[in-house]
C-alpha cells in the first residue's frame, strides 16, 4: 500500500503547491488534489496536507515537505512496509 498525501486546491496560495509538484515527482506516493479537503480555518492559515488521513501543517512550503516525509517515514515503521 502506498501512502496517500492529499491537497486542497483552495491551499496553493499557502505554498502547498510547491510542495504538492515536489512530491508528485516521486512514483511510491499516491499525490491526489481536491477542491477542499473541509479544513477551512487550517487552509486559510497555513500550508497543510493529508497524509493517509492525517493533517500535516507547517510555516512554509519547505517545512511541509520534510514533514510530509517524517510523516511517511513514521507510517513505514509503525505499518511494517517499504516505500
Given amino acids: 500500500m502506498r501512502p496517500i498525501v492529499e491537497f486542497c486546491a483552495s491551499n496553493m496560495h ?3 503547491d510547491v510542495t ?3 512530491l508528485e515527482q516521486d512514483p511510491s506516493l499516491d499525490v491526489i488534489e481536491y477542491g477542499c479537503l473541509g479544513n477551512c480555518g487550517q487552509c486559510y492559515m497555513e ?3 493529508l497524509v493517509n488521513g492525517e493533517i500535516v ?3 512554509d512550503a519547505d517545512e511541509l515537505y520534510e514533514l510530509i516525509m517524517a510523516k511517511i517515514k513514521e ?3 509503525a505499518f511494517d512496509f517499504d516505500l
Avoid: D, I, W
Fill in 75 to 77: 507510517l513505514e515503521t
Fill in 20 to 22: 504538492m509538484k515536489r
Fill in 57 to 59: 501543517a507547517a510555516s
Fill in 47 to 49: 500550508p497543510y496536507a
Fill in 14 to 16: 499557502n505554498g502547498s
